[in-house]
């Protein structure tokens, strides 16, 4: 264990997967499946793939309507399995295959699950958008697979789940999103040093803006981010820096550190992708292109380390590197997404279901920049329990796997109500507000 997952155990971190078996580390080329492959992430993994075509056999893809690129990608990669959510996208996908290659159509939720799962597949790459993501990754984990997880939204609503099923799977969690890849890199051999984790951040397109300003931006001005060239949600998300917050959880849930241990830094120049802070205050810095085929190309390969397209990166021209706190008053979606992380009990899937659904109703023009925050704390204002802590710390008490999956599969329901419930929430709110207009 410490030769292999140098760092990632011990008193100060307590990563949340074992390292990978052998026997995966040996078995090349890898089987892989990729959840949301026509995204930004899924794309870039692909790129990636097509460096090292030896290395990888892609078995199955998905998207959820955007039939059109996976038929592309299907045609390039031939997997036999492909995943698309409903059952228009899986007619509209058969006509677009090319004669003579007929793979097995997936559909829906449990189609993407059952992606997740197949026996053949020894590696998934998480990297569908939002709660959606969480199904192929809880699949993933009970199936014992080895997950590069770009999808952090797995981790902001059940956490303590995912921890627990890689407990009794053995299943594996390697992060994709380049803050945590690159804790993970820093604490190679240095996890008992660990003080504390520093997350950088960009600051989004709004950086430096006061609330007044922020009150009329547009959707495209919100989309049009300084560094990274993402998907539409998450670029949203670091425009109000809840792209942040949400990693404030995703930090928490992979390394298993007190929220206190857990910093944000503002950094607009986006080379250094996060730090390490050891208990003598020295700092272990990665740096990097903001290229995520870097990352994925780390998760994908590891623990081998090699060229897989991005650009290296040269100091000599990256310019002068700033740091600074972030502006927790104009930007309050990082003190929203603490407190989700300090009083739990749901508020997490709160949070992540009002952020998503406000999000979609800016990209709808329904409501103004300014109001993302303001509905999501509303919403979490809304919810009350009686179960602190619940349904995210769950002691899996299933000995057998039939009942695991039974008990997982409920405790994921309870999930997805508690996250329909609160996306009613917002938008009630929104009706409402569009009325008293
Ligand atoms: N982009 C980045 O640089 C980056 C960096 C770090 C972490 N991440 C994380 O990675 C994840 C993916 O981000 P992205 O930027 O790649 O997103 P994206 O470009 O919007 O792609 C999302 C993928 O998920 C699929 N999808 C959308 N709605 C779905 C649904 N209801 N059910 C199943 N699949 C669905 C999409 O299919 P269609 O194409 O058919 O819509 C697409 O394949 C997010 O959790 C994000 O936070 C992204």
Redesign the pocket.
Same mark, same amino acid.
């Given at each position: 264990m410490a030769e292999l997952w140098p760092g990632l155990g011990g008193p100060t971190i307590s990563y949340i997967s074992r390292p990978p078996s052998k026997r995966w580390r040996r078995a090349w080329p890898r089987k892989l499946v990729i =959840?949301?492959?026509?995204? %930004?992430?899924?794309q870039s993994a692909l790129a990636v793939v097509e460096s090292k075509r030896e290395d990888f056999c892609i078995i199955g893809l %998905?998207?959820?309507? +955007?039939v059109k690129? =996976?038929a592309a990608q299907a045609e390039r990669f031939r997997p036999s399995f492909l995943g698309v =959510?409903d059952a228009a996208a899986a007619y509209r996908l058969k006509r677009l295959l090319p004669k003579g290659y007929s793979p097995c159509i997936l559909e829906g939720h449990d189609g993407?699950a059952a992606l997740a799962s197949l026996p053949d597949a020894a590696t998934v790459l998480s990297?569908?958008?939002?709660s959606?993501?969480l199904a192929g990754t809880l699949a993933a984990a009970l199936a014992g697979k080895v997950i590069c997880l770009? +999808?952090?939204?797995s981790l902001v609503l059940a956490g303590d789940l995912v921890r627990a099923i890689c407990k009794r799977t053995h299943a594996v969690i390697l992060p994709?999103?380049?803050e945590h890849n690159a804790i993970f890199q820093c604490l190679a051999g240095r996890g008992q040093e660990a003080a504390s984790l520093v997350l950088t951040a960009s600051g989004g397109p709004f950086l430096g803006k006061t609330k007044e300003e922020l009150h009329n931006v547009t959707v495209e001005q919100a989309l049009k981010h300084p560094t990274?060239r993402?998907?539409?949600?998450?670029s949203i998300?670091s425009a109000t820096l809840m +792209?942040k917050g949400l990693e404030i959880l995703e930090a928490f849930h992979l390394y298993g550190v007190d929220p206190s241990r857990i910093r944000v830094l503002i950094h607009p120049q986006s080379v250094v992708h996060s730090l390490v802070e050891l208990t003598d205050g020295s700092l272990l810095a990665q740096m990097g292109a903001a290229d995520?085929r870097l990352t994925l190309a780390h998760c994908l390969l590891w623990p081998r380390c090699e060229p897989a397209g991005a650009v290296p990166l040269n100091p000599a021209q990256a310019g002068a590197l700033t740091f600074h706190e972030p502006d927790t008053q104009t930007f309050s979606c990082l003190t929203l997404a603490r407190r989700a992380l300090k009083q739990r009990g749901g508020l997490n899937i709160v949070m992540n279901a009002a952020n998503e659904a406000a999000v979609e109703l800016f990209l709808q023009g329904r409501i103004r920049f300014a109001d993302i925050p303001r509905l999501i704390e509303a919403a979490m204002w809304a919810h009350t329990t009686d179960e602190p802590g619940a349904p995210l710390s769950p002691p899996l008490t299933a000995k057998r796997f039939p009942a695991l999956t039974r008990e997982v599969h409920l405790l994921q329901q309870r999930i997805e109500r508690l996250d329909r419930q609160s996306r009613n929430v917002v938008n009630n709110m929104a009706n409402d507000g569009e009325q008293q207009k």
């Open positions: =959840l949301g492959s026509t995204g %930004s992430i899924g %998905s998207c959820a309507r +955007n690129r =996976l =959510l993407y990297a569908q958008v939002g959606a993501g770009a +999808n952090k939204e994709v999103d380049s990274w993402m998907g539409t949600k998450i998300d +792209n995520m």
